[in-house]
């Protein structure tokens, strides 16, 4: 590969993965054996109610270099990957699900396109095994969509945040601390020289995935509100629209009732339209009630995330989401006798 020294780090957010974390670890380390490449992984455990914790200590037994980031409680994927990558120190990072539906495998031939000169290199779905056809097609909407509000920001289509960053990209990336975080949209905010490698998703190599419809869901509304202000120039047309039908009706029932006469009392209809006016204004609100609501998470300026503990034990240990939260010293004074 022409490569002189290279420290590779992977991120690998964890939330009840006690089952697949040891198999992860097994293959992502044997794909990871290159001729000129140091490997660190960084696995970020995202308040897991399960053992995912202890067999994340038992893999810093390994003869490779393990970080284990152990959050204050279950913060998200989301935030548990942005955890991760804020205590990453490589040259290049490669995000990554723990189970094993991206394939390690696939994480030379992404060295390999980083060494023609790009900085970022991302996986794009060619099938998905083991998902639902509900899901596909939900997904493929979801980012036919995305693509057409994102604005200036392009969302690659069957992209998810397997991917190899440079330093270059990642700091850019690291600077965006905004608390409603929709990584595949900041991913692709920061730009670069980037190129896309296809491969075939797996199933999950062992339990269910997390993520329900109601979460996905979700998670689409923290992407159409993060890159989009669509939502509320639709909310103006629309009660444009409402306006507009009801000038017009009002102005029909005036001019029936003048040159005809109107023997009914209307009562039907006039429920009809304060119900319609009445939910598109609920509506609206609702929209830009969610708009209001991010804003006032902005103004607050939390941390991102809290952290438990950092395995093993270093200089930058008790760190939050922006600054260090304790220092060693700090919290050496605070222990007890």
Same mark, same amino acid.
């Given at each position: 590969?022409?490569?002189?020294?290279?420290?590779?780090s992977i991120?690998?957010?964890?939330?009840?993965?006690?089952s697949?974390?040891?198999e992860?670890h097994?293959?992502?380390?044997?794909?990871?054996?290159i001729?000129?490449?140091?490997?660190?992984?960084?696995?970020v455990?995202?308040?897991?109610?399960?053992?995912?914790l202890?067999?994340?200590?038992?893999?810093?037994?390994?003869?490779?270099?393990?970080?284990v980031?152990d959050?204050?409680?279950?913060?998200?994927?989301?935030?548990?990957?942005?955890a991760?990558?804020?205590?990453a120190?490589?040259?290049?990072?490669v995000?990554?699900?723990?189970?094993?539906?991206?394939?390690?495998?696939?994480?030379?031939?992404?060295?390999? !396109?980083?060494?023609?000169?790009?900085n970022?290199?991302?996986?794009?779905?060619?099938?998905?095994?083991?998902e639902?056809?509900?899901?596909?097609?939900?997904?493929?909407?979801?980012?036919?969509?995305?693509?057409?509000?994102?604005g200036?920001?392009?969302?690659?289509?069957n992209?998810?945040d397997?991917?190899?960053?440079?330093?270059?990209?990642?700091?850019?990336?690291?600077?965006?601390?905004?608390?409603?975080?929709f990584m !595949?949209?900041?991913?692709a905010?920061?730009?670069?020289?980037?190129?896309?490698?296809?491969?075939?998703?797996?199933?999950?190599?062992?339990?269910?995935?997390?993520?329900?419809?109601?979460?996905?869901?979700?998670?689409?509304?923290?992407?159409?509100?993060?890159?989009?202000?669509?939502?509320?120039?639709?909310?103006?047309y629309?009660?444009?629209l409402?306006?507009?039908?009801?000038?017009i009706?009002?102005a029909?029932?005036?001019? !029936?009732?003048?040159?005809?006469?109107?023997?009914?009392?209307?009562?039907?209809s006039?429920?009809a339209?304060?119900?319609?006016?009445?939910?598109?204004?609920?509506?609206v609100l609702?929209?830009?009630g969610?708009?209001?609501?991010?804003?006032?998470?902005?103004?607050?300026?939390?941390?991102?995330?809290f952290?438990?503990?950092?395995?093993?034990?270093?200089?930058?240990?008790?760190?939050?989401g922006?600054?260090?939260?304790?220092?060693n010293?700090?919290?050496k004074?605070? !222990?007890?006798?």
């Amino acid at each position: 590969m022409g490569i002189v020294s290279l420290l590779l780090s992977i991120v690998v957010p964890c939330y009840n993965e006690q089952s697949g974390i040891a198999e992860f670890h097994k293959r992502t380390k044997a794909a990871c054996k290159i001729d000129g490449i140091e490997l660190e992984i960084v696995y970020v455990n995202d308040g897991s109610s399960d053992e995912t914790l202890n067999r994340l200590r038992e893999l810093m037994n390994d003869n490779v270099s393990v970080t284990v980031v152990d959050l204050s409680r279950n913060y998200g994927k989301e935030i548990a990957l942005s955890a991760g990558l804020d205590h990453a120190r490589g040259d290049v990072v490669v995000p990554i699900d723990a189970d094993l539906q991206d394939p390690p495998e696939l994480i030379p031939e992404m060295i390999d !396109k980083h060494c023609e000169g790009y900085n970022v290199v991302y996986a794009r779905r060619r099938s998905r095994a083991g998902e639902s056809w509900l899901k596909k097609k939900t997904a493929a909407l979801f980012y036919r969509a995305m693509t057409r509000v994102g604005g200036k920001v392009e969302l690659p289509a069957n992209v998810g945040d397997f991917r190899l960053m440079d330093r270059k990209s990642l700091d850019a990336l690291l600077q965006l601390r905004e608390q409603h975080r929709f990584m !595949k949209g900041l991913f692709a905010v920061v730009g670069f020289r980037q190129i896309a490698i296809e491969y075939d998703r797996d199933p999950r190599f062992a339990d269910e995935t997390k993520w329900s419809y109601w979460k996905l869901w979700n998670l689409s509304l923290e992407a159409i509100t993060s890159f989009t202000i669509l939502p509320l120039k639709l909310s103006t047309y629309l009660g444009l629209l409402v306006a507009m039908f009801a000038f017009i009706y009002g102005a029909y029932i005036v001019l !029936k009732a003048i040159f005809f006469g109107d023997p009914v009392d209307g009562f039907p209809s006039l429920i009809a339209i304060v119900t319609l006016i009445g939910g598109v204004q609920l509506m609206v609100l609702g929209v830009i009630g969610e708009y209001l609501g991010r804003i006032f998470n902005e103004t607050k300026r939390r941390p991102l995330y809290f952290v438990q503990d950092v395995l093993p034990k270093s200089e930058s240990d008790q760190s939050s989401g922006t600054d260090a939260a304790l220092t060693n010293d700090t919290e050496k004074a605070f !222990k007890c006798d």
